[in-house]
């Protein structure tokens, strides 16, 4: 029994070709899973943090990420970003709209 691994390969490790062209397909593979993390981390985790503390949390969800990136060429790492950035974007978006609702009832 032979395994084609094309059939195998997510979305995202498709279009960056991760099976024909490794070295560059999962440098855009990680810049992806890192640049999606850091927007879910933004809309749903983030504070207000001291330049330092900022920069040790980025550092360390960068070594996350390429765990993340590994493990997103057979499993839908990036598209469950993706979902999770979407839900959040749309929260915030309503989280806003409420907010100004709020104001402008307290203003009236």
Do not use: H
Not at 68 to 78: D, I, N, R, W
Not at 85 to 104: C, F, G, P, V
């Amino acid at each position: 029994m032979e395994v084609d691994i094309n059939e195998r390969l997510q979305f995202f490790a498709k279009l960056y070709n991760v099976d024909t062209n490794p070295e560059v397909g999962m440098w855009f593979l990680y810049l992806t899973v890192l640049l999606l993390s850091i927007v879910v981390f933004k809309l749903g985790f983030s504070r207000k943090l001291p330049l330092l503390k900022a920069a040790v949390v980025y550092i360390f969800l960068g070594l996350g990420c390429t765990v993340l990136t590994f493990f997103a060429v057979f499993l839908p790492v990036t598209e469950g970003l993706m979902v999770a950035a979407a839900i959040l974007i749309i929260y915030k978006i309503r989280l806003n709209q409420s907010k100004k609702e709020e104001q402008k009832e307290q203003s009236q």
